[in-house]
DNA sequence: TGCGCGACATACTGTCGGTATGTCGCTGTA
DNA sequence: TACAGCGACATACCGACAGTATGTCGCGCA
């Protein structure tokens, strides 16, 4: 039978859905302490006792515009990963890929920018390890157990620090004057790093 | 004779430098959104009205905290990059006393953690130009000129990359359970990078 | 058909960043 | 040395906004 799901619950899903959608819009365009949650809600055309109703408040819907916005990311970069055959092809096309991602204003606003100071850096920490830097970090440890670079390298720290250059590196794309000319160094550069790091 | 400077402009001084050492604490110990102006004022054991009186607000008092705890931090870097012979040499004594100051609260609350959020990353990577960033791309652009990794690798982006594994590894190693060995994780990770952009 | 509960709306409170204004004492000047 | 002026604060207040308490309406079930 169709009605096992009552209508009430989808209200309640669509509106929800309306308010992370208008967080992750706001959140992206003022920054989080510069959006209020009235104005989220208007956008939602709610008002704010429907969000604390969904949410516990305004760090909570934060965390949920964040997630919202790492599903998405992790769903492609995943898929990206998974097509491609060796493990330093996967790592040089999901290298690519992650340095697209960041230059979308909702990850660099949200998630690189505002998402440590807002949820905390244990938090953020702890929510990235099932998003984006969990992805790299099991490509790190392909690429780590395959030999191609040395198989005594610790796969954490790796992925730690690869994680804070690539960020930094589509940080500096994304605030450039010449996008593109920035754009091709850091590839470079990266290209170069990776090189380096392959056993010979 | 003695009295070109008045006593009204050490007071002044004096109260200015209270509340930028209130504010530092403060803000390392709660965090930025976290810290109320009455606090800082109450700690410096004036009132707002004085805080007001030396900064534009919130914000500016901010950024004279990041720049009390950047100065220091760029005075201990140069002094140990400076005295360091060769670039290679200066190169890896620097990166530890760079990860040596990642671990101090203040530099990772203020300047790593909520410096970009409260100040904006345009804002923030100006600021850094004159203070940690820019010790390390004077580092790295005398390694590239000297041919150690090759002279034909952009400087900026490559200083930028490295500025964010460090940092990446640095708060890695601040939020571990077990920092002695994530440390030594990290150290292995960034010397096999360098090691591996030096031209054989 | 009535009743309970979930999904909101409305009205209010407290906190805090920012402002407007008052006061006091040092300092330069006649 | 008397006074005028200004710099260094203190005090009182305003507005915005996160969070709360309470009211209301309609769906779904007995």
Known sequence: MATA????????????????????????????SQTSLDEIAKRARV?????????????????????????????RLSEVVSDSGDPWEATRSGLRAFLEVCLEPSYQRIVVQDGPAVMGWDRWREAEEA?????????????????EIGDDLPVDALARIMFGALSAGATAIAGSASPIQERADIAVCVERV???????
Chains 1, 2 share one sequence.
């Open 131 to 147: 998003y984006t830097f969990g992805v790299l970090r099991a490509v790190v440890a392909n690429l780590v157990s395959s030999g």
């Open 47 to 75: 008002t704010k006792g429907a969000l604390y109703h969904h949410f516990g408040g305004k760090q909570a819907l934060f965390e949920a515009a964040f997630s919202a916005v790492e599903a998405g990311v992790v769903a």
């Open 194 to 200: 990776l090189n380096g790091l392959r056993v010979s």
């Open 5 to 32: 799901r009552p209508r009430r619950i989808e209200y309640s899903e669509t509106t929800r859905q309306a308010l992370v959608d208008s967080a992750v819009d706001l959140f992206t365009e003022h920054g989080y």
